[in-house]
């Protein structure tokens, strides 16, 4: 007959956590693999951010002083679509909600 396990009374002490195991080189190569592979994706999209901004403010500067966009459809085939109020081609018409951007991609 098998013996009854000694009950165990509830304190607030934490319980003893088991100790870590040692990792081994394979495993550490792996975290590490994939640590470089998560910051070289980050760099490709960051860098694809900063080319495409890059390539908006050339198309807003080659504006014409004083040149504002008929509608929305043209800025967002001129692809500057949402449009700020400080930067050039904006005007008050592309703003229906008047809060200082225009051609938003929500109505």
Do not use: K, W
Not at 11 to 26: D, G, H, K, M, S
Not at 78 to 87: F, N, R
């Amino acid at each position: 007959m098998a013996r009854p396990q000694p009950y165990r009374r509830f304190t607030n002490r934490p319980q003893r956590r088991p100790a870590p195991t040692a990792e081994t080189t394979l495993q550490t190569a792996g975290r590490y693999g994939l640590i470089a592979v998560a910051s070289g994706l980050g760099l490709a999209f960051g860098a694809n951010a900063l080319e495409a901004a890059q390539e908006r403010r050339a198309i807003l500067d080659a504006l014409p002083a004083g040149y504002t966009y008929s509608g929305c459809n043209e800025v967002r085939a001129a692809g500057v679509a949402p449009l700020y109020g400080h930067e050039p081609g904006f005007s008050e018409r592309l703003d229906g909600d008047g809060d200082g951007i225009g051609c938003e991609p929500y109505h």
